[in-house]
């Protein structure tokens, strides 16, 4: 079995670079606090250490020491963010990935067809994938999980031979400091004289494990090129998650905007890796002093646009502002295919499916998501009733021609709009709304119907309890022919539409 | 395909699929560029239908039948497999008439969006930019909107692109010289007064103000039409 590990050095300071990628290229560290102790340096780039930061310094002597430092503040919601963003990195290319702190690890067995001009190329492929997300990753290729790991301590790019003498010559002059994470355990190696793993492998084994233990005869064995930690690979999780936790609340909706595009952006740049598209949004926003404000933001269709994203949250925060200044926002994208439709020999192609998703949510955004979709029928014998559902995006059968003549249409008026009617006894005489003034030339009618009895409390001509109406069909003065009827409970007069 | 070809075809129902969707050299030649309007009068009096991959605009007072045409070409559009589209302002489409053109679409449905009149203009950039709709209705007939030269100008030029029919129902000719073809209707409600009144449906007179071609404009001394909508109800 083959496997790749990525290696991302200083995770969490490359965490926090991503939402500042201005900052990649001047020197930068990361600070936090112990309990109630200043903020030290934890992490640092390699410019802010030729320059002289050191970790455990404060925030003002690493200040002092590098003038142009970019100091960040490390938050649970960047090393959240950013551990997910590098799981993405492995399951761009792999169905299953194990993750172990900075690193990961995927099969890149199956890689080969896709990159028939070696393993270089697909460490190169994975490395420039992780770049594209943030990262400034180390990949290496190798027989097992112990040497891709020791690989990417030694090496920006690797490649372990398959066979195990060729594996074992490629470790033997690596220091042996790679091989182990445990101080000691080095320590008491270099004592012994063997400073690299070619040293220690010749070693007897048993005398190894007699005088280090299980921890010595395991690094012993990975210097032998002999690989036997164990693979334990998880499926990717169900939704994807950005979070930002801001350095002061956010009063306003627009710099609101200017933060959730940014996490939009990283959203949609992850789930472009793995060749999936939004299909939802749900937005946490941790608000000043405290409370959480929860919301959905529903999507006419997936779309990997951040723009139509930004738009429809932006919507959604101006109908339904929160309650309180904004101070973190969190970010829960869901995760969706979009799938290639089979077109018809015989008809004529519609729009390309991902097009038309970027369009229906670019619709949604625009005009609300509820007024975009196909026409509905209704389990109702209300004239005005009418449901939208969703635009089907996949093609299906081809269409039947409608039968008969032409018919006639009714404009309507949702809701109906109520107006003053004058009566004789023939009927309507005149009709006064918003928009019509206007005597009744001939008026037919009326047509008495009711429903929806078995609701029980009576509604408004509007509502959804029961109703009696008596509808007229008027030819006014101004030439059109209007539908309106009278409330049978009320006695009052609505303009439903008129024919067209 | 030849006869003789279509008859190497085993399975007749294919071969009755086929056949349905052959056409004569010569009735292609006459329909490209033009798209059924659903109703043959008005299939004649616009020679062979609205304009494919450019504006056409019907005009009218209210019970003009102006939203019974733009339904016919729909329906027709729908029934040709084509994917449609209605930017219908005020949200005003009617349920039975909904029902009917979605019966028609047992594959690609009407995609319909209700919004405002503000912002019509922009859901019909989006619809007709993103390519593949056959026919796309915006329906303007009660929208107050004044609309620049420009939006028509750009509007235009994305239907040409994607090869859109763009039809624009309107209270009064707004489109000008950017329609390829424009019609102006004059309608006149037609009772039952035998008995007591009963709305029997539109009378409507069809004139061409507009031809696609000045060609067309010369041979045809009459640009006149007449159509029936009847109420089924």
Request: a neutral charge; glycine letters at 10%; one cysteine or more.
């Amino acid at each position: 079995m083959r496997l790749a590990c990525v290696y991302v050095p200083q995770l969490a300071l490359q965490a926090a670079l991503r939402r500042s990628p201005e900052a990649r290229e001047a020197p930068s560290a990361l600070v936090a606090a112990q309990g109630k102790s200043k903020p030290r340096v934890v992490e640092l780039c390699a410019a802010a250490r030729g320059a002289g930061v050191r970790p455990g310094m404060t925030a003002a002597q690493a200040a002092a020491a590098c003038p142009g430092l970019r100091l960040f503040t490390a938050t649970a919601a960047d090393a959240e963010a950013g551990a997910a963003a590098l799981a993405d990195v492995g399951y761009a290319f792999a169905p299953r990935v194990e993750r172990d702190g900075e690193r990961i690890y995927f099969a890149a067995d199956d890689l080969g067809r896709l990159y028939p001009d070696g393993e270089r190329t697909i460490a190169q492929a994975v490395q420039a994938h992780a770049a594209r997300l943030g990262f400034g990753a180390r990949v290496a290729i190798a027989p097992g999980k112990g040497s891709a790991r020791v690989a990417t301590r030694a090496h920006e790019l690797a490649v372990v031979p398959a066979e195990r003498a060729a594996a074992r010559a490629f470790l033997a002059p690596l220091p042996i400091s790679f091989f182990t994470d445990d101080g000691e355990l080095s320590a008491a190696f270099r004592r012994w004289g063997t400073r690299t793993a070619g040293a220690v492998a010749a070693l007897p084994p048993s005398a190894v494990a007699l005088r280090l233990g299980p921890a010595g005869a395991a690094v012993a064995r990975l210097s032998r090129a002999e690989d036997d930690e164990p693979f334990l690979p998880q499926l990717p999780p169900d939704a994807l998650e950005e979070a930002v936790e801001l350095d002061y609340p956010i009063y306003e909706i627009e710099p609101l905007a200017f933060v959730l595009r940014g996490l939009c952006d990283r959203a949609l740049e992850r789930l472009a890796g793995r060749s999936l598209a939004c299909a939802g949004l749900t937005l946490r926003l941790s608000l000043d002093p405290r409370g959480l404000d929860v919301r959905e933001v529903p999507l006419a269709a997936p779309t990997r646009e951040a723009k139509t994203m930004v738009e429809l949250v932006r919507l959604d925060l101006a109908r339904r502002p929160p309650e309180a200044a904004v101070r973190g926002v969190h970010l829960i994208a869901l995760p969706a295919r979009v799938r290639a439709t089979q077109l018809d020999i015989l008809r004529p192609a519609g729009p390309a499916p991902n097009r038309l998703a970027a369009t229906l949510a670019r619709l949604g955004a625009l005009v609300g998501p509820e007024n975009v979709g196909t026409p509905a029928a209704v389990d109702s014998w209300r004239e005005e009733a009418i449901a939208m559902q969703a635009y089907p995006l996949g093609g299906g059968a081809p269409g039947t021609a409608p039968g008969g003549e032409p018919g006639l249409c009714l404009r309507h008026r949702r809701p109906p709009e109520e107006i003053e009617v004058l009566m004789e006894r023939d009927g309507p005489a005149a009709l006064r709304g918003a928009e019509t003034t206007a005597r009744v030339l001939i008026a037919a009618g009326p047509y008495r119907l009711s429903g929806e009895w078995w609701r029980g409390d009576p509604g408004d001509p509007a509502g959804t309890g029961s109703w009696a109406r008596e509808y007229w069909d008027v030819h006014a003065s101004d030439g059109a022919v209007y539908r309106l009827h009278r409330d049978g409970r009320s006695g009052r007069f609505y303009l439903d539409g008129y024919y067209d | 395909m030849s006869v003789r070809a279509l008859d190497l075809v085993r399975d007749p129902e294919i071969a009755r699929e086929i056949s349905a969707h052959l056409v004569s050299l010569e009735r292609l030649g006459e329909a490209r560029g033009r798209r059924a309007t659903g109703l043959p009068a008005l299939d004649a009096l616009l020679g062979g239908g609205w304009p494919r991959a450019a504006l056409s605009e019907i005009s009218g007072r209210r019970s003009s039948g102006r939203t019974a045409i733009v339904r016919a070409a729909l329906a027709a559009a729908i029934a040709a497999g084509e994917t449609t589209a209605l930017i219908d302002v005020g949200g005003t489409l009617d349920a039975r008439a909904a029902t009917g053109v979605a019966a028609a679409a047992a594959g690609p449905a009407l995609l319909w969006i209700r919004c405002v009149a503000a912002q019509a203009l922009k859901a019909v950039d989006l619809v007709v930019a993103a390519g593949g709709f056959g026919v796309v209705a915006l329906d303007l007939c009660d929208a107050r909107l004044r609309l620049p030269d420009a939006a028509w100008v750009r509007l235009r030029h994305a239907a040409r692109a994607q090869g859109t029919t763009v039809l624009v129902a309107t209270s009064a000719r707004r489109l000008g010289a950017f329609a390829a073809a424009a019609v102006e209707l004059g309608g006149a409600p037609a009772f039952d007064t035998d008995g007591p009144p009963l709305f029997t449906g539109l009378d409507v007179r069809v004139s061409r103000v507009r031809a696609i071609s000045p060609q067309q404009r010369h041979e045809d001394q009459s640009p006149c039409a007449s159509l029936a909508f009847t109420s089924r109800s």
